[in-house]
């Protein structure tokens, strides 16, 4: 198999506080190898230097809430560990603990929080300890 690839090239996401969503996943990308890689106006594109693929900004469309799932790649299960002790640590509600969820693979370790905007994030790793 070759290099990973994936579908996505980039997700952006509307926050009712851009300055509250970029401490939260400053805090949470940082374990997984993530941060902000470019900022202009009010919005924050994080990714893996020096390509965003993640990107937020401030909420200017729709009436109303939209929760989105969100699932960060990480590379291993201390990773996902760590992103869910930085999330606590900024105040996240938790969804679920890191854990093995056999239900969508054998090696599908993953740990679910909030962002503050409500939205369901997650880190997950796919290869076994």
């Not at 090239?9 to 997984?32: K, M, R, T």
């Not at 560990?81 to 854990?99: K, N, Q, Y």
Request: glycine share 8%.
């Amino acid at each position: 198999m070759g290099k990973n690839v994936s579908m996505i090239d980039h997700v952006s996401i509307q926050c009712a506080s851009v300055e509250v969503s970029a401490v939260f996943y400053d805090a949470v990308l940082a374990p997984i190898g993530g941060s902000r890689v470019l900022e202009f106006e009010q919005v924050i594109g994080f990714g893996v230097p020096p390509d965003p693929d993640f990107w937020i900004g401030p909420r200017t469309t729709g009436a109303g809430f939209r929760e989105s799932h969100i699932a960060f790649s990480a590379s291993d299960r201390a990773a996902v560990r760590s992103f869910f002790d930085a999330a606590v640590a900024t105040g996240a509600e938790v969804l679920h603990e890191p854990r093995i969820w056999p239900e969508y693979h054998p090696n599908y370790y993953g740990a679910f929080v909030r962002d503050p905007d409500g939205n369901n994030v997650e880190a997950v790793c796919h290869v076994p300890e």
